[in-house]
């Protein structure tokens, strides 16, 4: 695609709103999530009334995701099929950035494209449409944090809920271009967040999961550190049972890290920690930090009593060999992770790994994350046998379509961990927020059953 959409000139910006109904899409990660309903909040605030369907929309807000290849497709495939129903159409988030003024080009139905920096700004930038504009926001280095005044809507709301606490990221890995979409990395405000904790509790929220590019950065460009938050979040926030925190950084996984999660009784024992590779030349090439996982799961379960890790490796990355594969497979052997996501890799256009040469042919990639994921079934079959007889505490979230309570461990993150089903019947049941014991009766390789305690 070829830019030749120019940035329109400002309009004045004070006219009344006139109220229109906005659906919106939301694509990608809980990061992601968390902007949709800050832009959604912003334009409710505005007047604007915000809808569910689609179909009922005059203009859908669709914050898209660019982070691989397939996740960008995605992102295409959805405003083609709105733009195919006519629907107007507001494009934010990574593919905005990335693409800018192509998009409009691309997408005539598009009243705007809204870069990262621009989110605040989302309901000027609707009035400037109401006007006969089409808007072009989308400034190169993003500088946008969440500020105290943020609106937000919570379109997921219930027993948990995202909160963001930082923007950017300052590391180079060589298959993601996060940095050169979204800017380094920043900090969001300590108080600012314990603020956001207590408004989640008020409204009914048990469960907050602490989300940023690298998590494990926050506080470096101010005084502050993770420890410190999660810290003041176990003491300041009352009402709050569960404090997660996901994509740590492995080389940033300090002792006192670990003491903090287990000292605290409310952060959960659970260390999300994505690590890609295990050889070290794998590593090297895709510029993570070099050490043995093995030492280092070790090491996180010395520290944390009853902790569980989760992870993520990426197999066909450019170079990989055979020796490379079976290292890694040798690596989950012996770590034994609880919880194992494996990603097959794909060329991003942007990406430095794109240039690189080795490429590893589909069909290898799929065959070798298949095998990965052999070996990880019965390590997460034994870990979920180990449960059955026990009784341990469970967040109901709802009530599942064959009457039975769906809720989660404390070692179980919403959307990509395990489930937790638990038998009810009329008089034995709980409704979702509640934590319950429950006494595990029955284990498969990633959902348990149990009866209520």
């Not at 109220?19 to 999530?33: A, D, E, S, T």
């Not at 410190?228 to 492995?250: C, T």
């Not at 039975?404 to 979702?432: F, I, Y």
Request: aromatic letters at 6%.
């Amino acid at each position: 695609m070829t830019t030749t959409a120019t940035p329109p000139a400002p309009t004045s910006n004070d006219a009344a709103v006139t109220p229109q109904k906005v659906g919106f899409v939301h694509l990608g990660c809980p990061k992601n999530l968390v902007d949709t309903e800050n832009m959604l909040g912003l334009l409710e605030a505005d007047g604007h009334q915000i809808v569910a369907d689609e179909a009922d929309a005059d203009v859908v807000l669709v914050n898209t995701c660019s982070f691989i290849e397939k996740a960008q497709q995605e992102s295409v495939d959805v405003l083609s099929n709105l733009a195919e129903q006519g629907k107007k159409l507001v494009i934010a988030g990574c593919l905005a950035q990335k693409f800018q003024g192509e998009l409009l080009d691309l997408f005539p139905e598009a009243d705007a494209v809204v870069g990262i920096n621009d989110v605040p700004d989302i309901a000027k930038i609707m009035r400037r449409t109401q006007h006969g504009e089409r808007v072009l926001a989308t400034q190169q280095d993003p500088t946008y944090v969440l500020r105290d005044d943020t609106i937000r809507k919570h379109v997921t709301l219930g027993a948990w809920a995202y909160l963001k606490i930082a923007e950017g990221c300052d590391y180079k890995c060589s298959f993601c271009i996060i940095p050169s979409m979204r800017g380094t990395f920043r900090s969001r405000s300590p108080q600012n967040i314990i603020d956001n904790a207590k408004q989640l509790v008020e409204r009914g929220v048990k469960e907050v999961i602490l989300v940023g590019q690298d998590t494990t950065s926050y506080g470096k460009d101010m005084d502050s550190s993770l420890p410190k938050l999660l810290q003041r979040l176990n003491d300041e926030v009352d009402g709050l049972e569960w404090i997660r925190f996901m994509y740590a950084y492995p080389n940033l996984v300090s002792d006192e890290l670990l003491e903090t999660i287990d000292g605290c009784d409310k952060i959960v024992k659970y260390l999300d920690c994505p690590l890609q590779h295990t050889h070290p030349e794998m590593l090297k090439r895709m510029r993570r930090p070099v050490m043995d996982h093995v030492a280092f799961a070790q090491r996180v379960r010395d520290k944390v009593r009853n902790v569980k890790l989760r992870t993520a490796f990426i197999t066909g990355f450019p170079g990989e060999t055979e020796e490379h594969f079976q290292h890694l497979k040798r690596s989950i052997e012996e770590a034994k992770w609880d919880r194992l996501g494996i990603f097959e890799y794909s060329d991003v256009d942007t990406a430095h790994s794109q240039t690189l040469d080795g490429k590893v042919t589909k069909a290898v990639i799929t065959q070798r994350r298949k095998e990965l994921m052999a070996i990880q079934q019965p390590i997460a079959y034994a870990h979920n046998q180990a449960m059955v007889g026990t009784v341990v505490p469970v967040m109901i979230d709802e009530m599942n379509a064959y009457g039975q309570m769906t809720g989660r461990s404390q070692w179980d993150a919403p959307e990509v961990d395990n489930s937790v089903l638990v038998k009810t019947s009329e008089t034995n049941a709980a409704l979702p927020g509640e934590i319950v014991n429950v006494r595990i009766t029955h284990a498969g390789p990633y959902d348990v059953k149990g009866e209520l305690a």
